[in-house]
């Protein structure tokens, strides 16, 4: 393997390694990437990765129809994905859950320690969902920010954001969820007959 493709596919590993709390084996985990074509370009730090490109370590994939990875002089990171729409998706740490995050664009920053979702946005995790324009998440606080889309009345005001969450269930002393009691329908003494 050249010494290029070995510092792209090492720039590639140290870019992603920690991304949304990643399962921490994953970063012990080989990169495999599959693409039609690459271009290394070690004088400007940029290698680009083309075509129905597929970038899998350990738990994580990531899918776009192009990748551009750069590398400052201090070494640290920026990858680009784009696609129609480019995917993400990464078991989280400590638990059997998949984030999972789609965009037209998606950028990842090691100095900033920040994934961005560009242009129908949608980040989902177990039966949480969350929509928008443009998300924003900081693996260093676990803080999202969503804003809405350029609104779709084309009157310039800004659109929406959507989100689904979940109730999470309540814990019993054994750690298990609890059973839901049956309903029971009983008659009111509060409640008066209607009047003709």
Known sequence: MSRSLNTALLALLLAWSSLLHAENADRDKPIHLESDSVVIDDAKQTSIFEGQVKLTQG??????????????????QHCTATGNLASFRQKREGSDEYMEGYGERIEYDTRTET???????????????????????????????VSGDSGSAGD??????????????????????????????QPSSTLSEPKP
């Open 156 to 185: 310039g005001e800004k659109g929406r954001v959507h989100a689904v969450i979940q109730p999470k269930a309540k814990e019993t002393a054994d750690g298990a969820a609890p059973k839901a009691a049956p309903l029971s329908i």
């Open 59 to 76: 738990t994580m994939l990531l899918r776009a129809d192009r990748i551009v990875l750069t590398q400052d002089k201090q070494g640290r």
């Open 115 to 145: 994934v961005d979702f560009f242009g129908k946005a949608r980040v989902k995790r177990a039966q949480d969902d969350v929509q928008g324009d443009h998300i924003s998440y900081s693996t260093r606080t676990e803080v999202f920010q």
